[in-house]
């Protein structure tokens, strides 16, 4: 499958509940495709003035052709993806969860990529609590998904998802 297709698909599934947009830069990375997803439940009595509680849950996801996946090129996506937290959560009392989905996009086999980089994406674990909890948490997803195939790995959290980023031709 192209690329171009690819993104146009993904974009069709994404659309209904996420603001999507191409061509996105953050952290001085370019990425082909960035979504974000934007939750907001309150509880009132009686009022809307009278607010008991409210939560907010936010949902981001990276995705970025790469012509060469290998454990450099896969620490520095990764790292892109943790100092992207410091921009994209905005920390307040009503906080719940954020989670920030990066999907790799290779144009070859996955069998074709070194057995420790594998290795490294499907044992990669990011969470972080904000003031013990209080205040929320991030959690971040890696998907690697082959454009010639349709066939992903993931991470733990990744594998959440992870259907909706893979194809069947």
Not at 1 to 26: C, I, P, S, T, W
Not at 74 to 100: K, N, Y
């Amino acid at each position: 499958m192209e690329l171009g297709q690819y993104l146009d698909e993904l974009e069709k599934k994404l659309m209904r509940n996420f603001d999507v947009f191409r061509d996105h830069v953050a952290n001085n990375e370019e990425y082909d495709l960035f979504a974000r997803y934007h939750l907001r439940a309150e509880k009132y009595f009686l009022t809307k003035s009278a607010k008991i509680y409210a939560m907010e849950n936010n949902e981001y996801i990276f995705v970025k052709m790469v012509e060469n996946l290998d454990n450099n090129e896969f620490e520095r996506f990764a790292d892109s993806m943790v100092r992207s937290i410091d921009e994209l959560v905005v920390l307040h009392d009503e906080h719940m969860s954020s989670v920030i989905t990066g999907v790799i996009l290779v144009d070859k086999p996955l069998e074709l990529i070194e057995d420790k980089v594998l290795k490294r994406i499907k044992k990669f674990k990011y969470h972080k609590g904000f003031s013990f909890g209080l205040k929320g948490w991030v959690d971040i997803r890696i998907i690697v998904t082959s454009l010639n195939d349709g066939s992903n790995i993931a991470n733990k959290k990744g594998r959440e998802v992870s259907e909706i980023y893979g194809f069947t031709r």
